[in-house]
């Protein structure tokens, strides 16, 4: 970053900038660059072997707007979020993830991916949009340059980038509804019709990326009402104008709700549960226990940029005191309207039991926001006592900005190599025959190779399983031939709740009634999915380990995997300090040599 300018002392920041300056720009280009960089680099992890569980419904969406398959609108899965990030996403060239005419395993693989994949390029491109808007925010409160470490911040997040490599449409969401509350602040400023119309596009946008966007209706009433003086009348009508474009975009984007089921709509039960089109809201849950949740999101994921947001929060508090300022009505006002939003959401999240870590991610640009606002009054304080303990603050903050974009680099670099399903395919490959040797494989493990027919016909039952895309690119009769070995892989009798309480009872008698050469088993830990941890235990206690693949360096054994989040994990791990020494990602996964 640039040294830091010279605000005026007898405020905390700077009611009126200047317009930035081309180094101003040039800064935020490049900062912009720079989160591109992180959300691309390893983009690709776990495709199409495993792939995030909630991409499957920007798939089956993508793939009823395209007309393509057997998807059809009246699936619960094309109701289950809003329709804005499909629609996004199919606007994403299929050539830029996969070959038009694939040939080769590598090109199929890619082909099978193709929809999530254009899901995960348009979730990373709308994520950056916060990164502009955290820095126009931070400028309502902080003097130039540091709004552009707040920006750096929201930017380099290895909590954002976690979730902005998916194509699941909480990163996207996140910024729409930072949109919201900066236009907001641009309505409470500035009024006229213009700023009305924008808040309502941008509450439409919010609301339409996902159904938690209803949030940024909060902090545009509250600008409504700081308008009162000097709108009067107006404020009425241009509520209403917000009101109706936020309709609009309902009504274009929740097509469903049009359809009539009951189960796609808007209500509550006589049990207390709030139903929003397909998600299922305990009211009984509200019950404090989500704060929890929050804290270790934000701690596991991003524990740098925690800390320092704290340390910005109590330098909040004490900054009057210390730096001798006055916020000033201006900057009081555009308070007022942030806290509308980011303290009701957090609440809201902090009460419900359910929260899961990606619901945290809206809060990240304001974190962002308070990290900048305490290294800038650090900076303020020690200028004043001692100039060179001011420059150090400065240098602090620049090193704190460039750890967090190495820490989002070191997870795209995990991401990116070699994940270990890839590896257990690899080395069947190699040490198995084509077409004689059986391989048997836990159900959702969808091993990268080419399957022969048989084996294809044996488990077309889950031939439109959505959350296995390469058995589903392999059972499509649309699908050209591969010019690859063919295997003979099939999935373990573990489909139906009976057949898995079986194994569970007898997993050695399970293991024996195998009959391929070889048995391929992710590793989950004890207390999660016990009847697979029970086969796995079956096939240890009596046959041979031919080889084993764990995401960790060393391997010390828990068997945690290190895919897309631990919302179902019995136990948990700092996410953030992991990654760093990740040898690369994915599940464990062992073989067996059972002949």
């Not at 094309?78 to 996403?89: D, F, K, M, S, V």
């Not at 089109?277 to 740098?304: C, E, I, K, M």
């Not at 300022?325 to 509308?340: K, P, S, W």
Request: hydrophobic residues 50%.
């Amino acid at each position: 970053m640039p040294p830091e300018s010279s605000p005026p002392a007898a405020s905390l920041g700077q009611d009126a900038h200047p317009r930035p300056g081309r180094g101003t720009w040039a800064w935020l280009a490049l900062i912009v660059l720079l989160g591109l960089a992180v959300r691309l680099h390893g983009i690709g992890f776990l495709s199409p072997q495993l792939m995030e569980p909630d991409g499957v419904v920007i798939d089956y969406q993508m793939r009823v707007l395209d007309g393509r398959g057997p998807e059809t609108a009246e699936h619960p899965l094309h109701a289950y979020y809003p329709h804005l990030l499909a629609r996004i996403a199919s606007l994403v060239p299929e050539s830029w993830v996969a070959p038009a005419d694939p040939r080769t395993l590598e090109d199929h693989l890619r082909a099978a991916g193709s929809f999530r994949m254009r899901g995960r390029i348009a979730v990373a491109l709308l994520s950056l949009l916060a990164i502009p808007l955290t820095w126009w925010l931070a400028r309502r409160f902080l003097p130039d340059p540091w709004p552009l470490l707040a920006a750096a911040l929201a930017a380099a997040s290895p909590f954002v980038v976690w979730f902005a490599q998916q194509a699941r449409p909480h990163a996207a969401a996140a910024s729409f509804l930072l949109l919201a509350v900066c236009a907001a602040v641009h309505l409470r400023r500035r009024g006229g019709w213009r700023a009305y119309l924008f808040a309502g596009l941008s509450a439409g946008l919010a609301v339409g990326s996902l159904q938690n966007g209803v949030a940024a209706l909060g902090p545009i009433a509250v600008a409504v009402l700081l308008r009162w003086r000097e709108d009067r009348a107006r404020i009425l009508a241009g509520f209403l104008a917000i009101l109706a474009i936020t309709a609009a975009f309902v009504i274009w984007l929740y097509p469903f709700l049009r359809a009539g089921a009951e189960s796609d709509g808007v209500g509550v039960d006589g049990e207390g549960t709030l139903a929003l089109s397909r998600h299922q809201v305990y009211l009984g849950l509200f019950n404090g226990r989500g704060f929890a949740t929050v804290w270790r999101s934000l701690v596991d994921y991003d524990p740098l940029l925690t800390a320092f947001a704290l340390f910005g929060l109590a330098a909040a508090a004490i900054a009057p005191f210390v730096l001798r300022g006055r916020i000033g009505r201006e900057r009081a006002f555009d308070l007022a309207v942030v806290l509308a939003y980011a303290l009701p959401y957090l609440l809201v999240i902090g009460l419900y039991q359910r929260t899961y870590q990606r619901f945290v991610l809206p809060l990240v640009p304001f974190l962002a926001l308070l990290a900048a606002f305490g290294l800038f009054a650090a900076a303020r304080a020690g200028q004043r006592a001692f100039r060179p303990a001011g420059q150090a603050v400065a240098g602090l903050a620049i090193l704190v900005a460039g750890a967090q974009f190495a820490w989002s680099w070191r997870l795209g670099t995990a991401r990116s190599r070699t994940d270990t399903i890839q590896e257990a395919a690899d080395w069947l490959a190699r040490n198995a025959q084509p077409d004689s040797d059986e391989i048997d494989a836990t159900p959702g493990l969808d091993l990268p190779l080419n399957r022969t027919p048989a084996s294809i016909r044996r488990d077309e039952s889950q031939s439109q399983e959505q959350n296995a895309p390469w058995f589903r690119h392999l059972s499509d009769p649309r699908t050209p031939t591969i010019d690859a070995p063919a295997f003979d892989v099939r999935w373990m009798d573990l489909i139906t709740t009976e057949a898995r309480q079986r194994a569970h009872a007898d997993a050695y008698a399970f293991a024996r009634t195998l009959t391929g050469r070889y048995a391929v088993v992710l590793v989950w830990p004890a207390k999660f999915r016990p009847a697979m941890h029970a086969v796995r235990e079956g096939l240890k206690g009596q046959y041979e380990l031919a080889a084993r693949f764990s995401p960790d360096d060393p391997d010390v054994g828990d068997d945690l995997p290190l895919t897309h989040q631990d919302d179902e994990l019995p136990t948990t791990s700092p996410w953030a300090w992991r990654i760093l020494h990740a040898r690369c990602v994915g599940p464990s996964v062992e073989i067996y040599r059972l002949r």
